[in-house]
């Protein structure tokens, strides 16, 4: 998942525009168009400075159509280092994170969490109040808070050297949850166990673990989860109620290979698999970039690639959950074969990315969907959408109402726990409506 901490919003007193619209008021939420009947998840990520980027909140969110929000990023505190080996999410995260120990969880935007006074004058009540009035309104779904993120995944290699980090961030995670009795679990996006994320590449060799470091995460991913499913047992066993455990991991082996499958599946409620950016900005290399199928030349990308790996590994299907994406990747300097628009995949088919290279799903609908320079075309192999535009060489790979029909349909028939996406403000609810129709759940009206 992506991070953007604070953004460019950090102190929101002090800017312009910055803060949602949503009223909180419970007859302004948006009515649901499907029953959750189908006993599948339907998932999606809301992120904490949303809020700051545009009018959107969690009011906007369509609860109903939905049964979990996962609510990013909250992050455990790192321990001390450099400056220099720090990104800048890291240094927001340590003003935050001043006077607390190693392991001990915060919300890593309290502003957007709490509430603010924004330029104009007028009160946002903060994430946390208005998806209590979400839930309010909407029963049956659960909220529950993320912790990690892309950016804010440093802290985890520090904390799980110690028992004495493990615990604080148990205890103080638990404390979180007793605070604010919206969440209804923990939901751990640790990119990655073993490393080779943002904050320890392995191609950096001042900040790549060792292989002996690599095994002992993979030995203390387990132990953490296990500490953690025992303490939400207590927790629950005392306000009876489950609370869930899940752990989102990439979609490539190689990412989620220091993962223990075999003994800390049993911990998990779910595992959320990013089966996405399987082709990644900053990379020259051209394929889908959230396809369900592995095709040619790239025969390693593709979700149904993972989800079989993973079921090897001991995973229960019914804990495993897709992902979509409602932004897509845009690429130039990308060949075409033909005269239809199709792109030439394979390696260094790009020069660079688009200038607007990461378009929402809203995005792609208002303004590439209806620009008569780009084609569509549609993978049946893949099961995946992407626009070409032959003339700027523009490619764009992205999830449509299609690919999601198409991986909503794949969880009926491989008995998979659900689908999640991130995240739903990128959404027109297109998306949305897809995945409640193929995945079964029935519909309340017309959906346009």
Not at 309 to 319: F, I, N, T
Not at 389 to 412: E, F, G, H, L
Request: with cysteine.
């Amino acid at each position: 998942m992506k991070n953007l901490l604070l953004g460019l919003c950090a102190i929101p007193l002090l800017l312009s525009g910055c803060g949602g619209s949503g009223s909180g008021e419970p007859g302004s939420f948006v009515q649901p168009n499907y029953n959750q009947d189908s006993g599948k998840v339907v998932g999606t990520y809301y992120t904490s400075w949303t809020a700051y980027e545009g009018d959107y909140t969690p009011a906007d969110i369509p609860g109903g159509d939905l049964t979990h929000i996962f609510y990013a990023f909250l992050s455990p505190c790192g321990g001390p280092k450099p400056e220099s080996e720090m990104n800048a999410s890291d240094l927001r995260l340590k003003r935050v994170c001043e006077g607390k120990e190693v392991g001990e969880a915060v919300f890593a935007d309290p502003y957007t969490a709490f509430g603010f006074i924004k330029n104009n004058g007028s009160n946002y009540i903060g994430d946390i109040a208005e998806l209590a009035l979400l839930k309010q309104q909407f029963p049956h779904l659960k909220i529950i808070p993320s912790f990690g993120g892309w950016t804010l995944s440093g802290p985890f290699h520090d904390l799980i050297k110690t028992d004495a980090g493990i615990n604080k961030f148990v205890e103080s995670s638990i404390q979180i949850l007793e605070d604010n009795p919206v969440f209804d679990g923990i939901d751990i996006d640790w990119e990655f166990p073993g490393g080779d994320g943002e904050t320890t590449p392995d191609n950096d060799p001042n900040l790549a673990l060792t292989p002996a470091e690599k095994e002992f995460e993979k030995q203390q991913f387990t132990v953490l989860m296990q500490r953690f499913r025992a303490a939400l047992d207590e927790l629950g066993s005392k306000n009876n109620r489950h609370y869930e455990l899940s752990a989102a991991i990439n979609g490539f082996e190689h990412f989620s290979q220091y993962i223990d499958y075999e003994n800390v599946t049993q911990y998990l409620d779910f595992f959320l698999v990013m089966t996405y950016d399987f082709f990644v900005v900053g990379r020259n290399d051209i394929g889908h970039f959230a396809n369900l199928f592995a095709v040619e030349p790239f025969p390693q990308s593709g979700a149904d690639i993972m989800m079989n790996y993973l079921m090897s590994r001991g995973v229960p299907s019914e804990k495993l959950i897709i992902g979509v994406n409602n932004e897509g990747r845009g690429w130039e300097g990308v060949p075409q074969l033909g005269d239809t628009g199709q792109v030439d995949f394979g390696p260094n088919k790009a020069t660079g990315a688009m200038e607007h290279a990461f378009p929402t799903y809203r995005e792609i609908a208002e303004k590439y969907l209806t620009n008569p320079g780009f084609i569509y075309n549609y993978d049946e192999a893949a099961e995946a959408p992407y626009l070409y535009n032959p003339t700027t060489k523009q490619y764009i790979s992205y999830d449509d109402p299609r690919s999601v029909s198409a991986k909503s349909k794949y969880v009926v028939d491989n008995n998979l726990g659900g689908l999640f996406s991130w995240d739903i403000s990128s959404d027109n609810y297109g998306l949305l409506n897809a995945a409640n129709s193929s995945i079964g759940n029935s519909l309340i009206g017309s959906v346009e």
